[in-house]
Protein backbone atom coordinates (compact mmCIF):
# COMPACT_ATOMS: atom_id res chain seq x y z
CA UNK A 1 0.00 0.00 0.00
CA UNK A 2 2.39 2.68 -1.11
CA UNK A 3 1.13 6.29 -1.26
CA UNK A 4 0.87 8.05 -4.84
CA UNK A 5 3.65 10.07 -5.71
CA UNK A 6 2.78 14.14 -6.06
CA UNK A 7 4.95 17.13 -6.25
CA UNK A 8 5.50 18.82 -2.65
CA UNK A 9 4.35 22.45 -3.65
CA UNK A 10 3.19 24.20 -6.63
CA UNK A 11 2.90 28.32 -7.45
CA UNK A 12 0.84 30.06 -9.43
CA UNK A 13 -0.36 33.57 -9.63
CA UNK A 14 -3.95 34.79 -9.49
CA UNK A 15 -5.98 34.36 -13.31
CA UNK A 16 -3.63 31.63 -13.85
CA UNK A 17 -3.75 28.11 -14.73
CA UNK A 18 -1.59 25.00 -12.71
CA UNK A 19 -1.71 21.37 -12.62
CA UNK A 20 -0.64 18.78 -9.95
CA UNK A 21 0.50 15.32 -11.22
CA UNK A 22 -0.22 11.88 -9.23
CA UNK A 23 1.95 9.35 -10.07
CA UNK A 24 0.81 5.74 -9.14
CA UNK A 25 1.60 1.88 -11.00
CA UNK A 26 0.14 -0.11 -13.02
CA UNK A 27 -2.11 -1.70 -10.06
CA UNK A 28 -3.70 1.39 -8.60
CA UNK A 29 -3.88 4.87 -10.89
CA UNK A 30 -3.20 2.70 -14.01
CA UNK A 31 -5.84 -0.04 -13.27
CA UNK A 32 -8.86 2.00 -12.58
CA UNK A 33 -10.08 5.42 -14.10
CA UNK A 34 -11.45 5.72 -10.04
CA UNK A 35 -9.03 8.58 -8.89
CA UNK A 36 -10.34 11.44 -6.79
CA UNK A 37 -8.99 14.82 -5.41
CA UNK A 38 -9.31 16.76 -2.15
CA UNK A 39 -8.82 20.15 -1.37
CA UNK A 40 -7.72 20.61 2.46
CA UNK A 41 -7.59 24.27 3.83
CA UNK A 42 -5.58 24.29 7.24
CA UNK A 43 -7.55 23.03 10.24
CA UNK A 44 -10.29 21.79 7.95
CA UNK A 45 -11.60 18.62 7.00
CA UNK A 46 -10.70 17.71 3.37
CA UNK A 47 -12.93 18.21 0.47
CA UNK A 48 -13.94 16.25 -2.63
CA UNK A 49 -13.46 17.83 -5.75
CA UNK A 50 -12.85 15.36 -8.66
CA UNK A 51 -13.88 12.00 -8.34
CA UNK A 52 -13.75 9.01 -10.97
CA UNK A 53 -10.70 10.68 -12.48
CA UNK A 54 -12.76 13.89 -14.09
CA UNK A 55 -15.90 14.30 -12.72
CA UNK A 56 -17.24 17.06 -10.51
CA UNK A 57 -19.43 16.83 -7.07
CA UNK A 58 -22.28 19.52 -7.58
CA UNK A 59 -21.14 23.04 -5.72
CA UNK A 60 -17.55 22.28 -7.10
CA UNK A 61 -16.49 25.28 -9.45
CA UNK A 62 -15.83 24.37 -12.93
CA UNK A 63 -12.25 25.79 -13.10
CA UNK A 64 -11.53 22.47 -11.58
CA UNK A 65 -10.98 19.37 -13.78
CA UNK A 66 -9.30 16.60 -13.55
CA UNK A 67 -7.58 13.29 -16.34
CA UNK A 68 -5.54 10.87 -16.36
CA UNK A 69 -2.91 9.12 -19.10
CA UNK A 70 -1.46 5.75 -18.17
CA UNK A 71 -0.27 5.71 -14.43
CA UNK A 72 -0.23 9.71 -13.53
CA UNK A 73 -3.51 11.69 -12.56
CA UNK A 74 -3.54 15.01 -13.09
CA UNK A 75 -5.69 17.95 -11.39
CA UNK A 76 -5.62 21.55 -13.18
CA UNK A 77 -6.80 24.97 -11.69
CA UNK A 78 -7.87 27.51 -13.92
CA UNK A 79 -8.33 31.17 -13.12
CA UNK A 80 -6.68 30.68 -9.81
CA UNK A 81 -8.48 32.75 -6.77
CA UNK A 82 -7.03 33.21 -3.54
CA UNK A 83 -9.21 30.73 -1.96
CA UNK A 84 -7.73 28.25 -4.23
CA UNK A 85 -4.20 28.33 -1.67
CA UNK A 86 -4.37 24.83 0.24
CA UNK A 87 -3.04 21.28 0.10
CA UNK A 88 -4.16 19.14 -1.92
CA UNK A 89 -4.23 15.31 -1.99
CA UNK A 90 -4.86 12.50 -4.75
CA UNK A 91 -6.35 8.80 -3.85
CA UNK A 92 -6.62 6.22 -5.91
CA UNK A 93 -8.60 2.71 -5.49
CA UNK A 94 -6.52 -0.28 -5.68
CA UNK A 95 -8.11 -3.27 -5.24
CA UNK A 96 -10.06 -3.27 -1.81
CA UNK A 97 -8.20 -0.55 -0.31
CA UNK A 98 -7.72 3.46 -1.36
CA UNK A 99 -3.80 5.21 -1.11
CA UNK A 100 -3.26 8.87 -1.07
CA UNK A 101 -0.72 10.98 -2.48
CA UNK A 102 1.17 13.06 -0.05
CA UNK A 103 -0.28 15.87 -0.71
CA UNK A 104 0.75 19.32 -2.57
CA UNK A 105 0.47 22.32 -1.23
CA UNK A 106 -0.55 25.41 -3.78
CA UNK A 107 0.76 28.81 -2.60
CA UNK A 108 -1.48 31.98 -5.07
CA UNK A 109 1.45 34.17 -5.63
CA UNK B 1 -28.13 18.54 5.20
CA UNK B 2 -25.17 15.42 5.71
CA UNK B 3 -23.26 15.93 8.88
CA UNK B 4 -21.13 13.61 10.32
CA UNK B 5 -19.63 14.19 13.75
CA UNK B 6 -16.68 12.45 15.05
CA UNK B 7 -16.34 11.56 19.19
CA UNK B 8 -14.18 9.38 21.42
CA UNK B 9 -10.41 10.72 20.71
CA UNK B 10 -8.00 11.49 23.50
CA UNK B 11 -4.86 10.74 25.22
CA UNK B 12 -4.37 7.02 25.63
CA UNK B 13 -0.98 5.23 26.39
CA UNK B 14 1.14 3.15 24.25
CA UNK B 15 -0.61 -0.04 23.76
CA UNK B 16 -4.02 0.70 25.26
CA UNK B 17 -6.97 1.21 23.33
CA UNK B 18 -10.09 3.60 22.17
CA UNK B 19 -13.13 3.75 20.73
CA UNK B 20 -14.37 6.10 18.24
CA UNK B 21 -17.66 6.86 16.85
CA UNK B 22 -19.12 8.98 14.24
CA UNK B 23 -23.16 10.54 14.01
CA UNK B 24 -24.17 10.65 10.68
CA UNK B 25 -27.61 12.71 9.86
CA UNK B 26 -29.04 14.47 6.81
CA UNK B 27 -28.84 11.35 4.42
CA UNK B 28 -30.24 7.44 4.84
CA UNK B 29 -27.02 6.14 6.84
CA UNK B 30 -28.10 2.69 5.87
CA UNK B 31 -27.55 3.20 2.20
CA UNK B 32 -23.97 4.37 2.12
CA UNK B 33 -20.25 2.95 2.80
CA UNK B 34 -18.02 4.69 5.64
CA UNK B 35 -14.57 5.26 6.31
CA UNK B 36 -12.59 6.01 8.69
CA UNK B 37 -9.27 8.23 7.31
CA UNK B 38 -6.54 9.86 9.65
CA UNK B 39 -3.78 12.44 9.23
CA UNK B 40 -0.99 12.18 11.73
CA UNK B 41 -0.06 16.07 12.61
CA UNK B 42 1.27 17.71 10.02
CA UNK B 43 1.50 14.84 7.53
CA UNK B 44 -0.47 13.92 4.73
CA UNK B 45 -4.05 10.99 4.59
CA UNK B 46 -4.17 7.75 5.17
CA UNK B 47 -7.15 5.28 4.45
CA UNK B 48 -7.91 3.41 7.36
CA UNK B 49 -10.70 1.29 6.99
CA UNK B 50 -14.03 1.10 5.30
CA UNK B 51 -17.52 -0.57 5.82
CA UNK B 52 -19.99 -1.34 3.39
CA UNK B 53 -23.86 -0.59 3.84
CA UNK B 54 -25.08 -3.39 5.55
CA UNK B 55 -21.58 -4.57 7.15
CA UNK B 56 -20.98 -7.45 4.56
CA UNK B 57 -17.61 -6.21 3.17
CA UNK B 58 -15.08 -4.99 5.56
CA UNK B 59 -11.13 -3.61 4.67
CA UNK B 60 -8.62 -2.57 6.49
CA UNK B 61 -5.03 -1.01 6.35
CA UNK B 62 -2.02 -3.41 6.66
CA UNK B 63 -0.80 -0.68 9.01
CA UNK B 64 -4.15 -1.07 11.80
CA UNK B 65 -4.91 -4.92 10.44
CA UNK B 66 -5.23 -7.18 13.33
CA UNK B 67 -5.46 -4.02 15.89
CA UNK B 68 -8.57 -2.03 14.63
CA UNK B 69 -12.10 -3.24 13.82
CA UNK B 70 -14.12 -1.11 12.26
CA UNK B 71 -18.19 -1.27 12.70
CA UNK B 72 -21.35 0.28 12.43
CA UNK B 73 -25.09 0.46 13.63
CA UNK B 74 -27.65 1.30 11.14
CA UNK B 75 -30.54 1.63 13.55
CA UNK B 76 -28.40 4.41 15.31
CA UNK B 77 -26.72 5.66 12.48
CA UNK B 78 -23.60 5.16 13.83
CA UNK B 79 -20.15 3.97 12.79
CA UNK B 80 -17.20 3.08 14.98
CA UNK B 81 -13.92 2.35 15.28
CA UNK B 82 -12.62 0.01 18.06
CA UNK B 83 -8.47 1.02 18.38
CA UNK B 84 -6.81 -1.50 20.24
CA UNK B 85 -2.92 -1.98 20.82
CA UNK B 86 -2.29 1.82 20.08
CA UNK B 87 0.82 3.05 19.21
CA UNK B 88 2.92 6.32 18.92
CA UNK B 89 2.16 5.98 15.38
CA UNK B 90 -1.19 5.83 15.28
CA UNK B 91 -1.19 9.35 16.91
CA UNK B 92 -3.87 11.82 13.88
CA UNK B 93 -7.23 13.43 13.72
CA UNK B 94 -9.35 10.40 12.77
CA UNK B 95 -12.24 11.42 9.92
CA UNK B 96 -15.25 9.78 9.49
CA UNK B 97 -15.67 9.92 5.93
CA UNK B 98 -18.83 9.02 3.83
CA UNK B 99 -18.27 6.45 0.61
CA UNK B 100 -20.24 5.88 -2.74
CA UNK B 101 -23.51 4.63 -2.15
CA UNK B 102 -23.31 2.09 -5.58
CA UNK B 103 -19.79 0.29 -4.00
CA UNK B 104 -19.09 -1.96 -1.54
CA UNK B 105 -15.60 -0.92 -1.67
CA UNK B 106 -13.82 2.18 -1.03
CA UNK B 107 -13.61 4.44 -3.70
CA UNK B 108 -14.12 7.88 -3.12
CA UNK B 109 -15.28 10.55 0.02
CA UNK B 110 -17.54 12.97 -0.30
CA UNK B 111 -18.84 14.13 2.80
CA UNK B 112 -16.18 14.74 5.65
CA UNK B 113 -16.80 15.03 9.61
CA UNK B 114 -14.33 17.36 11.83
CA UNK B 115 -12.30 14.82 13.15
CA UNK B 116 -11.73 13.79 16.47
CA UNK B 117 -7.76 13.60 17.56
CA UNK B 118 -6.03 10.81 19.27
CA UNK B 119 -2.52 11.46 20.99
CA UNK B 120 -0.82 7.51 21.78
CA UNK B 121 1.91 8.86 24.04
CA UNK B 122 2.98 7.75 27.70
Known amino acids: QSALTQPASVSGSPGQSITISCTGT?????????VSWYQQHPGKAPKLMIY???KRPSGVSNRFSGSKSGNTASLTISGLQAEDEADYYCCSYAGSYVVFGGGTKLTVL | EVQLVESGGGLVKPGGSLRLSCAAS????????MNWVRQAPGKGLEWVSS????????YYADSVKGRFTISRDNAKNSLYLQMNSLRAEDTAVYYC???????????????WGQGTLVTVSS
Open chain 2, 51 to 58: ISSSSSYI
Open chain 1, 52 to 54: EVS
Open chain 2, 97 to 111: ARGDPYSSSPIHFDY
Open chain 1, 26 to 34: SSDVGSYNL
Open chain 2, 26 to 33: GFTFSSYS
